[in-house]
């Protein structure tokens, strides 16, 4: 490791430790108590709406169901396996718990930004609606530079965490499936994001409609049928997730899982990495949502956290805790995480189950490089305007191709900086805007409760 790959890691482990993640924390803990449990009172309700409901007569550039695919097109992403492996690799099974503690208070954080989002979004030159977390800083809390400092941090992590290490995975997983040369994926990468970029929201939309719900279903039956398998084991992994998230010894040979305060970390951040709740990247995409009020798409945004993490992240860390295969090493000594962690861990119960991460790997990579894409070109357009758009896009087309061959250990722990970076503006506006946020709550329960009246006098 050169020595500024060491410095960069160094920044990178002190923001995402216990700075950020108490923050994070706090923020989801204070409103989901301003909103008194809302991700838990109407978590049926924004799954159904999330599925069923259309409102293309309202204002917005894509329907509510494109919205919330492209939100999830940038959140299950190689995390949803590379990182929940490496996770629990080095924080133990009870990372496993921490990331669903966090997941839950992130609902509502998920929930708050999409309220902002929507409420303070705005027209851009070619009538294309713009919104996230630079519009409800700078026409919300009044703050410009902190919107500013968040657009210029969230261009820069789309190229970086959303494009070139999504590149690297798909490269590296496609040499593995095929042999393929990675610069040949590069250049196959460019054409296929060039091609759905350069048609803008609706065309990203469209894509994410049909690639991401064919994707999830994809990982998550190849996911139950290694749980089905080894069905014996369940019971026993479950006891240990649990075990460990409040013990100091790792119950099934997790290799740096011996203290509590690794199994929370690592689970918390995870977490976050997958659902996006606090980073202020998906509300980016909320915005874009055709939505009568802005309650209705913050209850599908909120529902876009519980299928990542409750559900996609959660089949990940469940079949690893089944195989038995945590501890272990490779031949060269190295212990066993990240993707390979994964990948044999279904191969232990599918004689295919490697040829499921790997293609889940190829399509969760494509789809978070089209959903970061989204978020860096609207954060560019917030700093220079419509005409920069052209520009970010070809930039970040061409990114691919260096991005699928190069080493990325530098630019990774660069990214993650950025990221982390991305939220401290965030996690501010949600808290000082947090008036506004329970406010529009109180409007849009009253407006269900109408609408549940009139269909009560209907029937």
Known sequence: ?????????????????????????????????????????????????????????????????????????GMIGIGSITGVATAIAIGGLGSLFWMWMASLLGMATKYAEAILAVKYRTLDEKGEMCGGPMYYLSRGLKSKWLALFFAFMGAVTALGTGNMVQANSIAGAMKQLVSLDPMITGIVLTALTGAAL?????????????????????????????????????????????????????????????GIMAAIQYGVS????????????????????????????????????????????TITGLAIAVSGLLGQTTADGQILTGSSLALLAFESALPYGGLVVTISIILFGYSTILGWAYYGEKCMEYMFGIRIINWYRALFTLVLIPGAVMSLQTVWSLA?????????????????????????????????KFERDEVKEAS
């Open 270 to 313: 995870r977490s976050v990495f997958s659902t996006e709740a606090g980073l202020g990247s998906a509300p980016i995409a909320s915005a874009a949502a055709k939505t009568d009020v802005p309650g209705r798409q913050a209850m599908i945004s909120m529902s876009g956290v519980f299928i990542t993490s409750m559900i996609v992240c």
């Open 416 to 448: 993650n900086i950025m990221n982390g970076l991305m939220a401290f503006p965030n996690l501010v506006g949600l808290f000082g805007l947090s008036a506004i946020v329970f406010q529009e709550t109180r409007s849009f329960e009253k407006l269900l």
């Open 198 to 258: 350069f048609g803008g929201i609706k065309s990203i939309g469209k894509v994410s409609s049909w690639l991401v719900p064919s994707m999830a279903l994809f990982y998550i039956l190849g996911g139950i049928l290694v749980l089905i398998v080894k069905a014996h084991a369940i019971p026993s992994a479950l006891a240990a997730i649990f075990q460990e998230a409040f013990t100091s010894k790792a119950a099934l040979g997790g290799v740096a899982g011996s």
């Open 1 to 73: 490791m050169t020595s500024l790959e060491s410095w960069l890691l160094k920044i990178e482990n002190w923001i995402w430790g216990a700075p950020l993640l108490v923050l994070l924390t706090a923020v989801g803990l204070y409103l989901t108590i301003g909103l008194r449990g809302i991700q838990f009172r109407y978590l049926i309700y924004s799954l159904k709406l999330a599925l069923t409901r259309q409102d293309d007569k309202a204002e917005g550039d894509i329907s509510q169901f494109q919205s919330l695919m492209t939100a999830l097109a």
